[in-house]
């Protein structure tokens, strides 16, 4: 995993600033949207899961994603988000992996109504599904 992160970071342009944050991405985006021509997140699903390594209080993670669609929503710049679809397979047979599915497909909603366009990746080729 290291080298393919490694790779990746080389393979950017000299350009980006990159930002490594496993919690805070609300913050961020308030933070850096004034500054940015463009933010990319990658990814939500990432972000679910470390959220839900912090806490499995519905409320919690509920309050921390509103602080997310508010912090879309001030955004000055575009956001570009990346997440995956966990709802399309089979109902997970444990407690957790089933909680992360629900958090992810919440964030996924909850992004998808406040965002002017939504584009599903199926097989490399682009599915509009909003805007």
């Given at each position: 995993?290291?080298?393919?992160?490694?790779?990746?970071?080389?393979?950017?342009?000299?350009?980006?600033?990159?930002?490594?944050?496993?919690?805070?991405?609300?913050?961020?985006?308030?933070?850096?949207?004034?500054?940015?021509?463009?933010?990319?997140?990658?990814?939500?699903?990432?972000?679910?899961?470390?959220?839900?390594?912090?806490?499995?209080?519905?409320?919690?993670?509920?309050?921390?994603?509103?602080?997310?669609?508010?912090?879309?929503?001030?955004?000055?710049?575009?956001?570009?988000?990346?997440s995956?679809?966990v709802?399309?397979?089979?109902?997970?047979?444990?407690?957790?992996?089933?909680?992360?599915?629900?958090?992810?497909?919440?964030?996924?909603?909850?992004?998808?109504?406040?965002?002017?366009q939504?584009?599903?990746?199926?097989?490399?080729i682009?599915?509009?599904?909003?805007?």
């Open positions: 995993m290291a080298q393919r992160v490694a790779r990746h970071q080389k393979e950017r342009s000299q350009s980006w600033t990159t930002v490594e944050e496993p919690l805070h991405i609300a913050e961020v985006i308030l933070e850096n949207s004034p500054k940015a021509d463009v933010i990319l997140v990658d990814c939500l699903t990432l972000w679910a899961s470390n959220l839900l390594m912090e806490t499995s209080a519905e409320k919690k993670l509920e309050g921390k994603i509103s602080l997310m669609i508010d912090a879309l929503e001030k955004a000055t710049c575009p956001i570009v988000l990346v995956n679809e709802g399309t397979g089979i109902v997970p047979e444990n407690q957790l992996a089933r909680h992360f599915r629900d958090i992810t497909g919440w964030l996924n909603q909850a992004v998808a109504k406040c965002a002017s939504v584009v599903w990746m199926v097989a490399g682009p599915v509009t599904v909003k805007g």
